[in-house]
């Protein structure tokens, strides 16, 4: 009898992610966010044919939204996989509710940061040049370069958080495919799940493969964020010169992953009706302690990059001083209030339970730390060795529009993700619920 | 402490001294060679005499080959079988296509002439270089002279006449011409006014000559914006007839300057520049100190032991007080030794070795006094040498502008010939000068662009640009040289010489003109001196003598004038020292040059002190209107540190109506401003702050050093010891077995005077990027000239330093570059690979000193870019996307290594020269192998001045510098290193 | 419910996997000779159209004139230069002067126009030659152009990509035979390597050959 229960439970579960009604408001956020993705394919468009020099970069400003962009959604990807990865090994109750939107949003993050790279360049179609091939010309990169390391950087996440994400929605595309009407969706369906029939076998081979990716991630998100880092602490730019970098990005970048964790997680309850039921409180409640701790290691990691910039020698100071009182304070210290002082509301349990909080906070994280990676990175960048070079930097529109577009291009996969796919994994949910129906 | 270089000495520098062979050609000797006699004789019916390939159907054929000289584009050619091979008719005689020529000749400026060395690869002049036997350059250069060059190909410059604006044939233009000459014969010119630039030019003094004896009804007048009749109307009070000073500052212990920039600007300051620099180094020597007293900062001040800035009367004043204490050595009246004082009293003990110079921008007193004060020192003929007046055109007030305006007035022009010039933009506002010329029933005017002037006149005749041209220009110092075409005329065009010989009805063209000239000079040794003086572009012994002046009686200046009140009313005017007076509008290097004080581009601007400036609420970027006699102008200001208070300066040369697509409508137009009257400072201007701004273009926004070990400055006297810190690397170090090059910039010697940015642009294809490129901060100058202020605002002291590529031992550069673009040469070069950056330009961020520049756009394709013809075609032409920087000129260590295999021989030291240091006046740039013990560059590696800069990084730069000896201050001769 | 895939689908799923892959691999192979081919690199073609149908081999192997004759600046020029309508006249006014197939010449000669003759060894602009080091180190011409002198049409007898003029500058013993002039500074030597070291950088700086 509990099968029967279980049964419809999880027919249920495994419907509403699907419900036909996804009504008006799903339908305008994708026609809006399609829009920018138009705009960002005319502004990649403008750099290929016209050139960089579209954007406000100049000497000493060589990098501005470009890489900065970068670095965000580096950070955000990372942290995204980075929470799914751990949830997933340690069977955590919330990976129901999280995992699968959680890896959608890692994928959907590096796909939008891999735009930025590409497109800095000065001849974006010699990308390939960073690649060690054996070309006619027999030149090989410079292997001792951030750069290059960050070639491969890329593409080891691009390929790992696929799988993480695919190697979860195996069995669910299982389901589709049984309960697809059409059978082309049911080939299409049925071609994905690669013949899976939930036998034991199928489910012992995928929980091993499953955890193998994940605990691949783990080391891979800290990697990532430290070649990243490496692209700023490698040079003689006195407040990029600094081997506390890394830690800096892995943290941030850490937090703002949960900070759009949380976003996505209330952007849903408060959108899908009922799948409050599968994202419950105790799972927000959960969510945002967690980011809460993130955010104060990210205090802590703020005030030792004052610190350790304070007691080196005077050229760091001046630049440290530099981002906190000069020209580009601001970012610093809406990184600060965003990032730091804004999750400090997450102390109340009201606040962790609360949708609209959820969004808010959420938004003002992420903003934070993407106003703290222009900090590093354009207020960083402002004060060197010879006052004779230094200049000011301002973005332009085009880098607006390369910004927003790749917004608008996250958004666009994500709502097309919650159109298509089950946003919450049915087995792990069917899982769960049988063992606490048989408990 | 310092002098080991053995610099200065010019043909040492070339390795082309008088004894050598020499560098370069001329054209004649090629024309007149075997194998164009051999052409002649071969059996083409149109090589059958040898005058058939003259030095045009020579030009011809090289420029013909052109194509061969490799325009480099942009991009890898489209056609699958590349660009075709040209299969000449025939090949110039000693010319191998892509082997550049040189040729000497002469440009002009103020109308004195500048020997240069023009360099041509097939035909197409792409630089321009000093000559090394000319007085006036010694092998040094200034900006105007290597940018003359792009000029020659502007694609805005005239090309067809015109009349009443419509386009003629030439035809037509000649008909007219000769139909004047014919009139004017007849009538003996009466009606003929003819307007002329002051130019020393023989063979145009003895055209005009010739037509006054002709056309002895015809009025003559000069005019020019900078060479009014001051100097000789100084010159004349005190010597009884005009003369002009030609400085030997080899020879000058102490020097004052009033006003002017005798090291930076005027006639003959390259070789001042050059003498100066050599004292300073001459071990045997006490080290000159020069005062400066002058209103707005010029490169003699920035230079100076000590600096007044004084507005202009306060100028007067110390002029008078200093005769006066020179004169009578009575004890000076202030217990406390006035600065007067103390300056007269080093000249005194400086006897003949004193010099004081004024500048001519000064009253007539000021300049006489100066001239006073040198006879009194018994000066005369050991510092300064006065000789017969340079420029021939007389410069009395029946010949000035003035006089035309009136006899315009008075309606007895018939005709007006203005041949060169510009008058309709820069003669003083008061004349309305084009407003006259509309006024004269036929006008003509021969001119480069179909400018201001040419708009009002009736008839424009295009002028040749002197690379294309015959002419002889005489010196500063008298030294006459020659000036011969380097490329076929790019347009059907006159020069001024042309219409003169028509008017007076001489056959011939410029060729023959010349040589009628100096025909009548050389008579039977003509033809054994012409090809020599064609060859070195000088003629040998024709410096001026000095002049025998009756011994002057100690002349006394009138007492001084009512005092000017005081007042910020002073407005003094200055030639601008990117476009001069206006005819460089038009040239895209000089234009995106930055000033040297201000780093200003693309326009100018009013300086003014600070104080002077906040009395009158304004700040910099504020724009004002100056009110003068009812003449308005309105001008962005400039808070200018060092400027003298109660005055402003203004430079003249922009605000251009009809200069060309770049030079017009940049900056302000001051000429309206100025007064027929007093030509150079203006009392009683009324300033008003109006409100609106203007988004002036620097290249440089902070002008301290911050504290920092930037430019290093060591005490004229004692030793220098800097503590030596061990290196440390995690990485091997390179090792070279062959050359190891290396350069040394001696921060004393730089003036700052910006003419190596400029030989570097002009060398290296270096893009022209454009006002708004430039506000964006994406100026491309591989090398530039960082200008630092230290001490207090007001006073403050200016440093210069150029900053090439440090082309450092272990460079920060090398290691980020993902591809391998920018990598290390075992030469040690730091050597970057255009074709294959792709743009990330990360090395730019870790290039401490930020000298790598990024093709942002296709700069080189896209207005205002110079056009291919004046690429040089040993130098990769960039394209967009890629980084680039400075190269120590490698194509030319290529070139040298190339030369040397194939000789079998080492490369010898001084054999490679880098565009900067070839153009450097005071030969501060040294380049060379630092790993040949006897090479320039290892000496002054060896000197205790020299140090790395930001050394703390332990990027061991390759390019050092030689700190800066500090001024000697004021008071006591002396000081020795 | 009805069977969706047939029992064979996981073998011809696995199958399609690795035909992926191997076609994958095909690819970039196939790729990686054919940048290397000849056929990319233009190597056996000959000019199209050339304004003359010029034969080397009639010149050289027939008449036997010397490639420095009508090239004469490649002894001591960066460009091996081009032989001038004239210099051809000097043979030509007489033999074949009648000629249609000779009429670009003799317009050539009476306007002074230049010849345009189709390239068949072009480098990129970015790469700078010099005929007359590389002769004086003791390169031949056919060590670079070929059996010219056998050649009806003239044709591309090397890839010159950069690898093909690397594998000389990193070894160039085998190619060149340098000898020493009089009065050189050193004894006349076959590695010109060592020579080059003496003299000049290794011939591997990016420099030599891009500026």
């Keep these: 009898m509990t099968d029967s229960r279980v049964e419809r439970s999880a027919t249920e579960a495994a419907r509403i992610p699907l419900s036909p009604r996804y009504g008006r408001g799903w339908l305008a956020a994708l026609i809006a966010s399609v829009l920018m993705v138009l705009v960002l394919a005319y502004v990649i468009a403008e750099l290929v044919v016209a050139g960089i020099g579209i954007w406000g970069t100049n000497i000493p400003f060589v990098w501005g939204f470009d890489l900065s962009n ?157 070649t990243v880092a490496f692209e700023f602490a490698i040079t003689l730019v006195p407040s990029w010169h600094e081997t506390r970098l890394p830690l800096h990005y892995v943290v941030s970048g850490l937090e703002s992953g949960l900070g759009l964790i949380l976003l996505a997680a209330a952007a849903l309850r408060g959108s899908l009706r009922g799948i409050d039921r599968f994202i419950d409180d105790e799972d927000m409640n959960l969510i945002g302690k967690l980011l809460l701790a993130n955010a104060l290691v990210a205090c802590l ?27 580009y304070a601001g970012l610093y210290w809406g990184a600060i209030a965003l990032s730091v002082l804004l999750p400090q509301a ?33 207020g960083g960048m402002q004060r060197d060795y010879l006052p004779s070079t230094w200049r000011i930097y301002a973005p332009t529109q085009p880098e607006w529009a390369l910004f927003l577009g790749s917004i608008g291009l996250f958004a666009a996969m994500f709502l097309l993700l919650m159109r298509f796919l089950p946003v919450v994994s049915m087995s792990e949910t069917r899982h769960d619920e049988y063992r606490e129906a048989s408990s | 402490m310092t002098g080991e270089e053995d610099d200065g000495r010019p043909s040492d520098v070339t390795g082309s001294g008088p004894c050598e062979t020499r560098l370069w050609r001329s054209l004649e000797e090629l024309a007149g ?76 400026l103020d109308g004195l002439g500048r020997g240069v060395l023009v360099r041509s690869h097939d035909g197409r002049p792409v630089k321009i270089d000093g000559n090394p036997l000319h007085p006036a350059s010694l092998g040094g250069t200034d900006v105007f002279m290597q940018a003359e060059v792009l000029s020659l190909y502007d694609p805005d410059r005239s090309t067809v006449p015109m009349a009443g604006g419509m386009r003629r044939s030439w035809d037509d233009a000649s008909l007219y011409v000769t139909q004047l000459s014919h009139q004017f014969q007849a009538n003996a010119g009466r009606g003929l006014h003819i307007l002329l630039e002051p130019c020393a030019s023989p063979t145009r003094d003895r055209l005009i000559a010739l037509a006054r004896q002709t056309l002895p009804e015809a009025r003559w007048y000069f005019h020019a914006p900078l060479t009014d009749g001051n100097t000789h109307v100084a010159t004349a009070r005190v010597f009884g007839r005009p003369l002009d000073p030609v400085l030997d500052l080899m020879q000058a212990d102490v020097i004052l300057t009033l006003g002017g920039d005798p090291l930076g600007a005027g006639a003959g300051h390259i070789r001042y520049a050059a003498d100066y620099a050599q004292r300073r180094h001459a071990r045997d020597r006490p080290l000159p100190r020069l005062y400066s007293a002058e209103t707005s900062p010029s490169l003699t001040g920035a230079r100076a032991d000590h600096r007044l800035a004084l507005p202009p009367r306060e100028i007067e004043a110390l002029a008078r007080q200093v005769l006066d ?135 424009h005749l295009p002028a040749r640009h002197a690379l294309e041209s015959w002419g002889d220009l005489r010196a ?117 040059l930055p000033k040297p004080f201000t780093k200003q581009v693309w326009g100018n601007a009013a300086l003014m002190a600070s104080d002077t400036a906040s009395a009158l609420g304004l700040a910099t970027g504020d724009i004002a209107t100056f009110t003068h006699g009812g003449r308005t102008i309105e001008a962005p200001i400039w808070i200018m540190p060092g400027h003298a208070p109660d005055a402003v ?46 988004a002036l273009i620097s290249t440089q926004h902070h002008h301290g050093m911050e504290g920092r070990d930037i430019v290093r400055v060591v005490p004229a006297t004692g030793p220098v010891n800097w503590p030596v810190e061990p290196r440390r690397s995690m990485y091997p170090d390179y090792v070279y077995d062959g050359n190891a090059w290396g350069m040394s910039i001696d921060l004393d010697l730089c003036l700052g005077c910006n003419a190596c940015v400029v030989a570097c642009q002009a060398e290296n294809n270096v893009p022209i990027v454009g006002p708004d490129e430039v506000a964006q901060g994406r100026e491309m100058h591989w090398l530039r000239i960082d200008r630092y202020f230290a001490g207090v605002p007001d006073a403050p002291e200016t440093y210069f330093q150029p900053v090439p590529c440090m082309h450092c031992e272990k460079a920060p550069c090398e290691v980020v570059c993902p591809v391998n673009a920018t990598v290390h040469s075992s030469e040690g070069l730091n050597e970057m690979t255009y074709n294959r950056c792709v743009g990330t330009r990360t090395c730019s961020n870790n290039c401490p000193y930020k000298v790598r520049r990024f093709n942002w756009f296709n700069y080189n394709q896209k207005p205002p870019a110079a056009p291919d013809a004046v690429q040089n075609p040993e130098v990769t032409v960039r394209w967009r996307g890629v980084v680039e920087k400075c190269t120590y000129c490698v194509h030319r260590i290529s070139t040298a290594r190339i030369a040397a295999k194939m000789e079998g021989r080492p490369i010898r030291d001084g054999e490679v020269m880098t565009a900067c240091q070839q153009a450097c006046p005071t030969r501060a740039i040294v380049f060379g192998n630092i790993n040949d013990p006897d090479s320039a560059v290892y000496r002054c590696r060896e000197n205790p001045r020299s140090y790395e800069l930001l050394k703390d990084l332990n990027t061991r730069p390759r390019t050092t510098y030689l700190a800066r000896i500090a001024g000697l201050g004021r008071g006591s001769v002396g000081g020795t290193r | 419910m009805v069977q969706l895939f047939r029992p064979q689908a996981d073998t011809a799923f696995r199958l399609w996997v690795i035909a992926s892959a191997v076609v994958v691999i095909i690819v970039l192979g196939a790729g990686y000779i054919y940048v290397r081919s000849d056929a990319f690199w233009r190597v056996g073609a000959t000019a199209p159209m050339q304004p003359i149908p010029f034969r080397h081999d009639l010149h050289v192997a ?58 068949v060894t072009r480098l990129p602009n970015f790469a700078y030659f010099h005929h007359g080091v590389h002769i004086r180190s003791g390169v031949t011409c056919e060590t670079c152009h070929g059996r010219v002198d056998q050649m009806r049409e003239t044709e591309k007898v090397h890839t010159m990509s950069m690898a093909w003029c690397l594998d000389c500058h990193r070894n160039p013993a085998p190619n060149a035979v340098r000898t020493e002039p009089e009065g050189s500074a050193v004894e006349g030597s076959r590695d010109s390597l060592k020579v080059s070291e003496i003299f000049a950088a290794p011939l591997t700086n990016c420099s030599v050959c891009h500026r």
């Design chain 1, 70 to 226: 970068y670095v965000w959604w580096i950070g955000l990807a990372n942290g995204c996989s980075l929470f799914a990865a751990i949830l997933v090994l340690r069977r955590h109750s919330l990976r129901t509710a999280i995992n699968r939107f959680a890896e959608g949003l890692a994928l959907f993050a590096v796909i939008c940061a891999a735009i930025f790279p590409l497109f800095h360049l000065g001849r974006p179609w010699l990308f390939y040049w960073t690649f060690p091939y054996p070309a006619t010309f027999q030149v090989w990169p410079q292997f001792r370069s951030p750069l290059t390391w960050d070639f491969w950087a890329i593409i080891t996440h691009l390929i790992v958080t696929t799988m993480l994400w695919y190697v979860g929605l195996l069995p669910d595309l299982a389901t589709l495919r049984d309960r697809a009407r059409t059978p082309v969706a049911r080939r299409v369906f049925g071609s994905f799940a690669l013949g899976w029939r939930s036998s034991v076998r199928h489910w012992a081979f995928h929980q091993r493969a499953y955890r193998l990716v994940a605990i691949a991630v783990i080391p891979l998100a800290l990697v990532i964020q430290s």
């Design chain 1, 301 to 327: 990691v703020y005030a030792g990059e004052v610190a350790s910039a304070l007691l080196a020698g005077p050229l760091m100071v001046e630049a440290i001083l530099n981002r906190l009182v000069g020209h």
């Design chain 1, 346 to 378: 997450l102390w109340s349990s009201r606040m962790r339970r609360s949708n609209p909080a959820g969004i808010l906070i959420g938004l003002g994280v992420i903003a934070g730390i993407w106003l703290d990676r222009l900090s590093i990175i354009v």
């Design chain 2, 33 to 108: 060679s075997e194998e164009v006699r051999r052409f002649g004789g071969a059996e083409f019916p149109e090589a059958a005499t040898p005058e058939t390939i003259d030095r045009r159907a020579l030009l011809n054929l090289m420029t013909a080959s052109l194509a061969l000289g490799g325009l480099t584009g942009c991009a890898v050619n489209r056609q699958p079988w590349g660009a075709p091979l040209l299969a000449q008719p025939r090949l110039a005689p000693q010319h191998t296509p892509g082997v550049p020529l040189i040729f000497a000749t002469s440009l002009e």
């Design chain 2, 325 to 459: 204490l020179v004169r009578n050595a009575a004890p000076p009246p202030a217990a406390p030794q006035s600065l007067a004082a103390i300056i007269a009293g080093d000249l005194r003990r400086a006897g003949a070795g004193g010099l004081v110079v004024p500048g001519r921008e000064q009253a007539a007193d000021v300049q006489a006094i100066a001239h006073a004060i040198n006879v009194e020192l018994g000066a005369v003929n050991r510092t300064v040498r006065y000789v017969e007046p340079i420029i021939q055109a007389s410069t009395d007030q029946s010949s000035s502008l003035l006089a035309l305006a009136e006899a315009i007035g008075r309606g007895v022009v018939d005709t007006l010939l203005i041949l060169g010039g510009n008058p309709a933009y820069d003669a003083p506002g008061d004349l309305e000068f084009a407003d006259l010329i509309g006024r004269v029933p036929s006008s003509l005017h021969l001119s480069y662009y179909f400018d201001e002037t040419s708009r009002v006149c009736r008839w």
């Design chain 2, 476 to 592: 500063f110092d008298g030294t006459a040289g020659l000036r011969q075409p380097v490329t076929v005329p790019l347009v059907e065009a006159m020069t001024a010489e042309d219409v003169l010989a028509q008017l007076v009805g001489e056959a011939g063209d410029g060729h023959a003109h010349v040589q009628a000239t100096w025909r009548e000079v050389w008579g039977e040794e003509f033809d054994a001196r012409w090809p020599t003086a064609l060859e070195d572009g000088v003629i040998a012994g024709s410096a001026a003598p000095a002049a025998s002046l009756a011994a002057p009686v100690g002349w006394s200046p009138p007492p001084a004038g009512p005092p000017v009140a005081a007042g910020y009313s002073m407005v003094v005017f200055a030639p601008d020292p990117s476009v001069w007076d206006g005819r460089f509008a038009n040239n895209g290097w000089l234009q995106e």
């Design chain 2, 649 to 694: 300066t203004m430079t003249l040369g922009y605000g251009r109506r009809a200069a060309g697509r770049q030079g017009s409508q940049r900056g302000f137009d001051a000429y309206p401003l100025r007064s027929s009257r007093e030509l150079w400072a203006l009392a009683g201007v009324t300033i008003a702050a109006n409100g609106r701004r203007d």
């Design chain 3, 62 to 119: 027939g008449v036997g004139i010397a490639c420095a004759f009508c090239h004469s600046t490649a002894e001591r020029a960066a460009h091996a230069g081009m032989p001038t309508a004239h210099a051809c006249l000097t043979c030509h006014s007489q033999i074949l002067q009648g000629a249609t197939v000779m009429e670009p010449l003799r317009t050539s000669a009476a306007l002074g126009t230049p010849i345009a003759w189709t390239s």
